[in-house]
């Protein structure tokens, strides 16, 4: 049914339309999927994974997904799901449609033209119909065809296949022990090659397949190991000789390559390309960050001496590069992208990288032609790779579920203020009121959500699923919050409900706080590699550079608007009593002539004259905000997994 009636409602399926009474109310198309699909049967109970499975087959299920087309379909219609009148919720069962809908029809008009329209459309399609039979694949697999690899409640991630394509192995981390698992591809038969408390972090075949390659990061260094595949023996081989942490490694003629990157918050981070010889025993350094690009992503095709790279550029843009390690050249960049968490990886007939782009899958050929690949996920994948013998692409998808709780230390005790099936993070308390902002992906993409009272309501929707890197930030009045979004700055009006959209300088990377004035914000800013704390006025558009940071940064502003942060060792305080003050730890929030952080299962008030510590429960991983100076927001994980799927 391309149109139908409910009861006093409209409905036209391919306009994405409700209307009543001539206001016209548009959905979203997947909401409007699920509308139809439910008028197809209606007052019959659908679950949730039958609709998923219905509409949208190729992808990985969500809940949320369904839930959110529901509350969007209920406020189109005026509906209340506690009394509902149109779409009913059956508890753990699904939903139904529980009127039936009345088809809406046309009368034909014919005349000629119409005539002729009709004859030549219905051509096109004649003719658009042969070529597609007779051009059609023989395969019977549909294109995009989503199988899982795994199903444990642990988190398996990191997928690798030897170079021949005829083993394959992964981690898996379980809450005792991290095991390197490997497949035999033809068999499908799995063994343990390594069970170990150390936190492994990445794995890579050698060269004849005997041996696996795997990185552990440790708490006061990172190093490397192998493990023989058939004896199991395991070796230790090198540690990282640079004060940051390995990211990827690869192994070819006696060779380990390896990513090392050294990222402190607030300062320039660095990082670089380098190999340990087997042999000799000896790191060499082949490429280093500069001020034009840090590279951070490397892919490597055992058939090449070429390494396609991904990096940050000056201009804030992710850039594709290829590297020749026999010359130690750079290539200019063949394509680019925004800004965002970025995987590569070959195909195998080297021709073209697998990109995974902000949850999205392409392919990019050397030529930077960007191709879209058939995956759409509602939870976060990591680590594609592809097949060399079949083709088929490997990845992590994962399943968190994070919560948002205050820790009051003077009663101890933890009250849950935001709890959905998804992840809420990067929160703030309103100054005025116990009203929280959060960033929430409890519908499969981040939205920004208030909470005030047990009631939450959301203020953006991000329909293009964009990443939120920082937490909304309240002006002191509490009627105004702001966020960045890209290149833009979002400003939300708490009294007038209204989000408006502010255009920002290419520098421009994140908010921080708000200085008590009302006019002026604490951004970030990032040029030429280089970040920075500026102080912005709103209106005007007008940038005050503060202080170097670094692209992890974090700052707050304190109850005289002075600028509070860690560098190193060392607090960085103007005008504060507690500048230059040294402590083992990352970030601080300031309030009350006092500063307060979280580390190592504790939080810490430190004031001029004494230093207390409270123990709270190790639930409690991220102190996001604090009140009163004894009401502590933090975020609660409370699960995680991840399991490998095949895209088909």
């Not at 979002?490 to 009302?518: C, E, H, N």
């Not at 942060?565 to 960085?572: E, P, Y």
């Amino acid at each position: 049914m391309e149109r139908f009636k409910l009861i006093d409602f409209d409905v036209d399926v391919a306009r994405c339309e409700i209307v009543k009474d001539g206001v016209v109310t548009s959905v979203e198309p997947r909401a409007m999927a699920v509308l139809a699909y439910l008028a197809r049967f209606p007052k019959q109970v659908i679950s949730q994974e039958t609709l998923f499975e219905a509409l949208w087959p190729n992808t990985v299920f969500s809940p949320g997904a369904v839930q959110r087309c529901i509350a969007q379909l209920r406020k189109a219609l005026g509906d209340d799901a506690r009394n509902a009148r149109f779409i009913i919720t059956h508890a753990k069962r699904g939903y139904s449609l529980d009127v039936t809908p009345e088809l809406i029809t046309k009368p034909a008009v014919f005349n000629k033209f119409a005539l002729f329209t009709v004859a030549g459309v219905l051509l096109v399609v004649m003719t658009t119909l042969f070529f597609v039979w007779h051009s059609k694949p023989s395969a019977s697999k549909p294109l995009g065809q989503l199988e899982p690899l795994t199903s444990s409640p642990h988190y398996d991630f990191y997928p690798t296949y030897s170079h021949d394509g005829q083993s394959f192995a992964f981690i898996r981390q379980t809450p005792a022990t991290n095991q390197i698992i490997k497949l035999d591809t033809p068999s499908q038969q799995r063994t343990v090659l390594l069970e170990t408390d150390y936190n492994v972090q990445s794995i890579a075949w050698g060269d004849d397949a005997t041996h696996l390659y795997f990185m552990v990061r440790d708490a006061t260094d990172d190093w490397v190991g192998k493990v023989h595949v058939d004896t199991k023996k395991m070796t230790r081989l090198f540690s990282n000789p640079n004060n940051g942490h390995f990211w990827r490694l690869f192994v070819k003629n006696d060779k380990v390559f390896y990513v090392s990157a050294e990222v402190p918050i607030n300062q320039k981070p660095a990082t670089q390309l380098a190999y340990y010889d087997l042999n000799t025993q000896r790191h060499f350094i082949l490429l280093q960050s500069n001020e034009q690009f840090t590279p951070y992503r490397v892919a490597y095709l055992a058939s090449s001496n070429t390494l396609a790279i991904a990096g940050e550029s000056s201009a804030n843009i992710v850039e594709f590069r290829l590297f020749d390690i026999l010359s130690g050249k750079l290539s200019p960049p063949f394509a680019t992208l925004p800004l965002g968490f970025t995987e590569i990886s070959w195909f195998p007939s080297g021709e073209k990288l697998l990109v995974h782009h902000l949850n999205k899958l392409y392919s990019l050929n050397l030529t930077g032609k960007l191709v879209p690949l058939p995956y759409t996920g509602y939870e976060r994948m990591f680590n594609p790779v592809v097949s060399p013998i079949t083709g088929d692409i490997v990845m992590s998808v994962t399943r968190l579920d994070s919560d948002l709780v205050i820790y009051n230390t003077e009663t101890e005790q933890t009250q849950v203020i935001v709890d959905s099936d998804g992840e809420d993070h990067l929160a703030r308390f309103s100054p005025e009121s116990d009203a929280i902002a959060y960033v929430s992906s409890r519908s499969g993409r981040q939205q920004v959500y208030v909470t005030e009272s047990g009631q939450d309501r959301m203020i953006f929707d991000n329909p293009n699923n964009l990443p939120i890197y920082r937490a909304p930030v309240w002006s002191k009045s509490g009627e105004h919050i702001v966020f960045a979004f890209g290149n833009e700055l979002m400003l939300y009006s708490d009294q007038l409900k209204k989000l408006i959209k502010q255009p920002m300088r290419p520098s421009f990377t994140a908010v921080l706080d708000w200085y008590s004035d009302g006019d002026h914000l604490l951004i970030s800013t990032k040029v030429d590699n280089q970040s920075y704390f500026e102080r912005l006025h709103i209106a005007t558009g007008e940038q005050t550079r503060l202080v170097t940071s670094g692209v992890n940064f974090s700052a707050r502003l304190d109850e005289y608007d002075n600028l509070v942060f860690v560098k190193g060792d060392r607090v960085h305080a103007t005008n504060s009593p507690f500048n230059g003050m040294k402590l083992n730890t990352d970030q601080v929030i300031p309030m009350s002539q006092q500063l307060v952080y979280h580390q190592m299962g504790f939080l810490t008030k430190h004031n001029e004259r004494s230093t207390r510590q409270f123990s709270i429960p190790e639930s409690l991983t991220s102190l996001e905000d604090a009140r009163d100076g004894n009401r502590f927001l933090f975020v609660r994980q409370t699960r995680q997994s991840a399991n490998l799927i095949v895209l088909k």
